[in-house]
């Protein structure tokens, strides 16, 4: 069985932080927006005035934004396991059916990290942590994805080393950070890029149509024991995994044998 989803889990420090990310960390609003709440003037560390984005948050601090103690945001951290036939955006105009909708009501406003197209299935991350979204979701952190994907023929053995030098699309050189070949049709790729519709648009580029894609990992986290439409929270142990700086990725399938075209 899965997890309800109701655990949290609050933001806390041992050490001093910026002001700034003190703020964004407890919600009050993003970095950028915290910032501006410093240069106005709004924001009072221990009963003093400070428009210094340098100023430093020790443990115990009394901060607050016009005359409002800031308080420890409490996070959530959500595992969707999406499946095909929903938008992931909050709201849609034609009424369509989207991730929002498989959540419970009572949730608070949570984000998705990244996004999933209406029909790919899989795994989707959904907090209101906007700094490991952020970990999560830019390239400089190479933050592993993995994807199961079956194509409409064969795939070639010859394509395999294309598939990680590169394929030029018009945001420039997209490719895979590792692919298994699992029988005729299916594969499984690593991607740490982000690119727009990526492992669809490769594989198209060489010839290919996906018939079906399921993110099945994301970095540390896999899909094992969560059902399609089910979401669970994430465990402690968890989250620090994602905030663990990587010294290096997997760079291979994590249910792979062996690697191929490499």
Known sequence: ???RPSQKHSFSYSLDVRLNRFLALSGISSRRGAEKYIRDGRVTVNGEPTTGLATQV???????VDGRIVRNQEFVYLLLNK???FLTTRSDERSRNTIYDLLPAELPN????????KESEGLLLLTNDGDLAFRITHPKFKLEKEYLVTLDREFQPKDSPRTQKGVYLSEGRARFDAIVKLNSHQVRVVVTQGLKRQVRRIFAALGYKVTRLQRVRIGPLTGRGLRSRDV?????SEVD?????RSGNLSVPVSAGRKKGR
């Open 1 to 3: 069985a899965c997890r």
């Open 58 to 64: 020790a443990p115990g601090d009394k901060v607050e």
């Open 83 to 85: 499946p095909a036939g």
């Open 110 to 117: 949570l984000a998705h990290v990244g996004r999933l197209d």
């Open 232 to 236: 669970r929270s994430l465990s402690q």
């Open 241 to 245: 995994l994602l905030k663990k700086p």
